[in-house]
């Protein structure tokens, strides 16, 4: 790259300068309060760099950020003299190279996309149709895409889709992915159909994947998202097998039961408000106060607080990859069928009976539920465990007083929240009346068990890693604030 600068004509009179250097992309734009504006684009926001021959255009797309503004497409497009046309054409490689193959990733992706109309404040077409599509056609991607018109179409179709995709992406929220996992699940290569990656764009009410994913500043820009579906790195991610009655169902987010199931379930009329209901349904669950009439039961590996904090703020701190490469998933790895269930046997050894009265039970994967609640602060991809907490019957004070700083994760040091990090668990209701969910989604109020399948799953994540940072407590006893 000896010659990284390139001018084009884009009217008249007006010339934009476009020069590549190590790190970025510089757009150099005439103005007439200031001599020139300078845009500094990462490698990674460059989608496209191509030479049009009839007219001579050079055509430079990329994904750009200004001060409080979303992240939005930006296209400069100039004429080029007949003279320029071999140092144009190496110029473009050279932006494509820089902006695909030095990262490492492969360009053109081709991508199953599947978009849920009806999810969340039902925006999720419009959004994919103005402003996502545009985005994966000029970054070059190939795309197959299915508008759901009914709940279990996307399972249906996942179960028998072709596994020569670059990604799976989601345009809806958590539901969906949930569907598509269970599609997997029952696909004649199950293996090698959860190796598939997948990428949700948020248009849902409960987008907490995305939030784990993206962070808390991202984790609802759908450009963003689509940058991520474009160019993300695989992670490989623990899913959980949740066995009941006889059934086997995928699980890649959270269960749960008592308070925290009302919040999921008790509020499905008021999904219009966002993730915002879950905050509405808390206070509306505190009114009512109603201990959960569970028991249960786990196989414990952690119980320390300190010790797990202090784990997943080393691995972020030292930015150590999710996983091992020598242990990721390989072509020749793959079987076809589903790992076995291990705890199904009933035998209770090693495994730890809760007996205090439990206010709810929530079990999952990844650090947040939603914007306003990071519930697993300690929770790594692809640990080989779920993190459980539980909270015990308290005062109306103690949950308030829990709750705050819930957005940080500061609940988790919380003397009353119980948090486990298992192998597996297991729920028994004590009473008929109940709510359990799975994933955001309804499941009946009966007795089930929960066990880890450590990197089933994959995800495209632009980290490596979760996008939430979480520190350990000072010695005063008090957490870090993270700003």
């Not at 598939?196 to 993206?214: C, D, E, Q, V």
């Not at 291990?342 to 914007?371: M, Q, S």
């Not at 015990?392 to 609940?411: F, H, P, V, Y």
């Not at 709510?435 to 009966?446: C, I, M, Q, R, S």
């Amino acid at each position: 790259m000896s010659d990284t600068a390139i001018s084009i004509r884009t009217g008249t009179l007006s010339r934009v300068t476009l020069s590549l250097n190590e790190t970025s992309l510089t757009v150099q734009t005439p103005s007439k309060s200031k001599d020139t504006i300078h845009h500094d684009i990462p490698h990674r926001n460059i989608l496209r760099a191509s030479l049009g021959s009839n007219p001579l255009k050079l055509t430079v797309a990329f994904l750009e950020k200004k001060k409080k503004k979303t992240t939005h497409l930006a296209i400069v497009e100039g004429d080029i003299e007949e003279s320029e046309v071999v140092h144009a054409t190496q110029w473009a490689e050279s932006v494509m190279k820089a902006a695909y193959e030095s990262l490492g990733v492969k360009p053109f992706r081709r991508l199953m996309v599947f978009v849920n109309p009806f999810g969340g404040t039902k925006k999720g077409a419009a959004i994919f149709t103005k402003k996502i599509a545009p985005i994966f056609e000029i970054a070059g991607c190939s795309l197959d895409v299915l508008y759901t018109t009914h709940q279990g179409q996307a399972q249906e179709i996942a179960k028998k889709l072709p596994l020569d995709f670059d990604a799976v992406i989601t345009v809806s929220g958590d539901g969906l992915i949930h569907e598509i996992l269970n599609g997997f699940a029952e696909h004649a290569e199950p293996s090698k159909a959860l190796a598939t990656p997948i990428a949700p764009i948020p248009t849902g009410s409960g987008n907490g994947l995305s939030l784990n994913l993206l962070g808390i500043k991202d984790g609802f820009d759908v450009v963003v998202a689509a940058l991520n579906a474009i160019k993300g790195e695989p992670m490989k991610v623990d899913l959980f097998s949740v066995t009941q009655g006889g059934k086997r169902t995928i699980s890649f987010m959270s269960q749960a039961v008592g308070l925290m199931a009302d919040l999921d379930i008790g509020t499905e009329n008021l999904r219009w408000m966002g993730d915002t209901r879950f905050m509405y349904g808390l206070l509306r669950g505190l009114i009512k106060f109603k201990p959960c009439p569970v028991q249960l039961s786990f196989k414990v590996a952690e119980n320390d607080k300190d010790k797990m904090a202090a784990t997943v703020y080393s691995i972020k701190k030292d930015k150590t990859p999710s996983i091992p490469p020598s242990s990721a998933a390989s072509e020749t790895s793959f079987h076809d069928k589903l790992p076995s269930l291990k705890f199904l046997d009933g035998n209770e050894e090693d495994w730890t009976t809760f007996d205090e009265p439990i206010l709810y039970v929530y079990a999952g994967k990844g650090p947040y539920v939603g914007r306003d609640f990071m519930a697993f602060p300690v929770s790594l991809p692809n640990d080989g465990l779920i993190d459980v907490m539980a909270m015990s019957k308290t005062s109306r004070g103690d949950i308030l007083t829990a709750m705050d700083g819930a957005n940080q994760g500061e609940c988790f040091w919380h003397p009353k929240v119980h948090y486990v990090k298992a192998h597996a668990y297991r729920i028994k209701p004590l009473k008929k009346k109940g709510h359990l969910a799975v994933d955001g989604e309804p499941y009946p109020f009966e007795e089930f068990q929960v066990e880890v399948h450590e990197g089933l799953g994959t995800f495209l994540s632009p980290f490596g890693h979760y996008a939430a940072m979480f520190e350990p407590r000072t010695r005063s006893g008090v957490a870090h604030k993270h700003h």
